[in-house]
């Protein structure tokens, strides 16, 4: 009887020891840089999706109400009290959120990184929207769909001085000769993300290069003056404008016909994505580079020597789909 | 004849008993209120009641609660100062750029302290010797420092602080007591004997009420002015050296929108936003409240959109519950 007791303690201690860890559920926290922008709500999105396919993961959707590094330091130790399995946090500032993070992986939280990054001792992982060079040459090619037999091109970009912004047309400029070779790029302008002058630099190309047949502007700002430019000189169908925009503010342009396509990252993806390396780093995985990570739907990543990787190529836009995503952001 | 005997008729030195006083007194409501914060807390987040918790949660309030008791003293004088956040990003700015020369641990808390200072003695200099309106000068002054510092950094970050500089906004004295909730404890005390126990603190309640009466009763407003300016200064430098050795890097943008914080918080202390009167135990049991309802909100993953409506809404509470209660006891009575 004692001997059966003991055997029926012991079993049960073992049943619930062995059945606590399934019960448990993931929790996940997105943690974005401010609260009540469309781009984050669709990222928040995307983790849900993520956490819906996975089964058995919370997702916690948090952020300051001011996109502030403080903001989010006070959310990060308030996810650190809350003990959650692991932290994706697109970060106000690369610096400052380090010593926050790394109590939190002190604690045994895992901590990623996603979108806008954090510097590299704050993170395990950190997660690009895209890579230069699948930026310079996604640019080109969404001029390049539609000039079937070439043509000349022209790039309107920011600043003559952002980083990002050279890197891209550097990267296009290098894989234009191989792979668009009918293309041909007749000059790099500056707007420098100013409305008046990115507007003045369009109409200072199309005045410039009478057989323009596509204006490619990588930078949101310049992207809208470009189309507003062709719009009001009536070469809607002459010239077609393309490049990095946001599809709220771009759609007008796209259903008036002066642009064909354009792309941007995509929110719910990066969310997904955020959510699937979280989980499988809380399963165990390791990052370390060359570290492999699935990201479902999305495809796969492969860890770099600082830890980090690209997703994919901008999201393309157009017509088909401009309607549905200019709602999200 | 025996009728004109003159009587002895007692006047009591107070209105009302010391204890009733004390009982009905602000700080003893806002108790009240921290105290119902802290209960409900523990009934609604499993992981309020942690010692690592809590101790975690002090720091979002010790860096701005040490402001707000310089603060307090100032807005009880009658003046105000908007600038302490961006005091504190210069002040965090000229740190950074004084350890790219190759300062030491020492030198830069004196520079972070310095700059504070220089700072408020800014604000008061234009306050006390133009005479203009610390309201005014300080909505400048908030735009001028903060300026200076994006001018210096733009979108850059200064980082690389000695590893003994983070002892200070990440330290611990012992056990889960921070550097900084020590230090806040100690800046209340001082703030405490300092208002409350010297002819200073009397003679700044005094120029709160009337500033002119005070000056003709031999107290020097302008000097005491110009003080509570370089206090205020100095404490935003005490706060920077927190803050930049919490996170470890300056950026411009470093404690953007602190200055409503810390206003919110003296205001909620129970100190008159006219002047001339509160106490420093209001301020202190204020910093706990808003540091309990931020943590606390926190931890239910409450959004900051609805936790600053919480802040808002408790403070016309406060302020407006005892006025109400003023106006029904004179109703009563009536």
Redesign the interface.
Known sequence: MNIFKKLAVTTAIAVTLAASPSLATERIALVVKS??NGFFDAAAKGAEKAAAELGDVEV?Y?????A????Q???V??L????VDAIAISSN????L??ALKKAMDRGIKVISWDSGVAQDGRMVHLNPSDTGLIGETIIKLAADYLPEGGDVAILSASSTATNQNAWIDAAKEILPTKFPNINLVSVVYGDDDSVKSTNEAKGLIANHPDLKAIIAPTTVGVVAAAQVVTDMDLIGKVNVTGLALPSEFKKFIDNGSSQAVALWNPIDLGYSAVQISHQLIKGAKAEAGATFSLGSVGEITLDDAGSAAMAAPFQFDASNIEEFSKIY | MSDLKPQTRHIADRLESPLKLAVFSWPSLLLVVAIALFILNSFM?P??L?A??LS??T??FTEKAIIAFAMALLIISGEIDLSVAAIIALSSTIMGLCLQLGFGTSELVFVGLFVGVLCGAFNGTLVVGLGLPSIVVTIGTMSFFRGISFIILGDQ?F?GYPAEF?FF??GYVWWVISFEFVLFLFVALVYFVLLHKTNFGRQIFVIGNNATAAQFSGVRVKRIKFILFCLVGLMSGIAAIL?TS????T?P??????ELEVITMVVLGGISILGGSGTIQGVFIAAFIMGLI??GL??L?V???V??IFIGALLIIVIALPIIAGKIKSRLKA
């Open positions: 609260l009540g916690i948090t952020g300051p109400t001011a502030t590094a403080e903001g330091i006070e959310i130790n308030s650190i009290a809350q003990n500032d690369p610096d400052a380090v010593p | 987040s992981y309020f942690s690592w918790s975690d949660a720091f979002n970050a980082n983070a906004g990440q803050l919490r996170l470890g890097s950026r943008s470093i404690a953007q929108g602190w931020s943590f926190g931890l993953n959004p900051g959109i936790m600053s």
